[in-house]
């Protein structure tokens, strides 16, 4: 078994379709200005979660959940600091996160799933830096831009789609004559 297969030329034409969406956002949002990480997950949980639009809403979900969860770990890690110092503050702030997050997937798994872990995670990177204002800038880049990358995304397949569609049919034609 090789680790390498042959595409199809319908799925190299889709793909590559694709990929020029994908790259015109990147170019874009650099150009822009845009800190586009929150955008850029959108496409990469939706391919790693099999490109299947029933994980759409856990996407945006999840992500949703990660970003305000970064808030609120933030919020009570300072919040709770002057009373229980910084460590046993963000020990009570990130297991109430934590519970959150794990516990609730029992209950509301199209939000509380890996997705929300993943954003949660890159959101507080820079933890000291975390303010409302970020987390909203950040949650705006998220669903205005997840919605153009990712929309773009599935257009760009159907559009690469009807051209490998319509190559194979010039090419069935012309094998026939």
Same mark, same amino acid.
């Given at each position: 078994?090789?680790?390498?297969?042959?595409?199809?030329?319908?799925?190299?034409?889709?793909?590559?379709?694709?990929? =020029?969406?994908?790259?015109?956002?990147?170019?874009?949002?650099?150009?822009?200005?845009?800190?586009?990480?929150?955008?850029?997950?959108?496409?990469?949980?939706?391919?790693?979660?099999?490109?299947?639009?029933?994980?759409?809403?856990?996407? /945006?979900?999840?992500?949703?959940?990660?970003? =305000?969860?970064?808030?609120?770990?933030?919020?009570?890690? /300072?919040?709770? *600091?002057?009373?229980?110092?910084?460590?046993?503050? /963000?020990?009570?702030?990130?297991?109430?996160?934590?519970?959150?997050?794990?516990?609730?997937?029992? =209950?509301?798994?199209?939000?509380?799933?890996?997705? *929300? /872990?993943?954003?949660?995670?890159?959101?507080?990177?820079?933890?000291?830096?975390?303010?409302?204002?970020?987390?909203?800038?950040?949650?705006?880049?998220?669903?205005?831009?997840?919605?153009?990358?990712?929309?773009?995304?599935?257009?760009?397949?159907?559009?690469?789609?009807?051209?490998?569609? *319509?190559? *194979?049919?010039?090419?069935?034609?012309?094998?026939?004559?």
């Amino acid at each position: 078994m090789s680790i390498f297969q042959k595409p199809s030329r319908h799925q190299f034409i889709v793909t590559a379709c694709v990929l =020029v969406w994908i790259f015109i956002v990147n170019v874009a949002a650099i150009a822009l200005g845009v800190t586009g990480w929150p955008l850029y997950f959108v496409t990469i949980f939706f391919f790693a979660l099999g490109a299947d639009m029933k994980n759409v809403p856990s996407i /945006f979900a999840g992500g949703t959940l990660g970003l =305000v969860a970064a808030l609120g770990l933030h919020a009570g890690t /300072f919040g709770l *600091a002057p009373s229980l110092g910084l460590l046993g503050a /963000f020990s009570v702030s990130i297991a109430i996160v934590l519970a959150v997050i794990i516990l609730g997937g029992t =209950v509301c798994p199209v939000a509380c799933n890996n997705v *929300a /872990f993943a954003y949660l995670t890159v959101a507080t990177v820079n933890f000291e830096a975390i303010t409302p204002a970020l987390i909203g800038y950040q949650m705006a880049v998220f669903w205005v831009g997840g919605a153009i990358i990712l929309g773009g995304a599935l257009a760009a397949a159907a559009i690469g789609g009807k051209i490998a569609g *319509a190559h *194979a049919g010039t090419a069935q034609t012309a094998a026939e004559e």
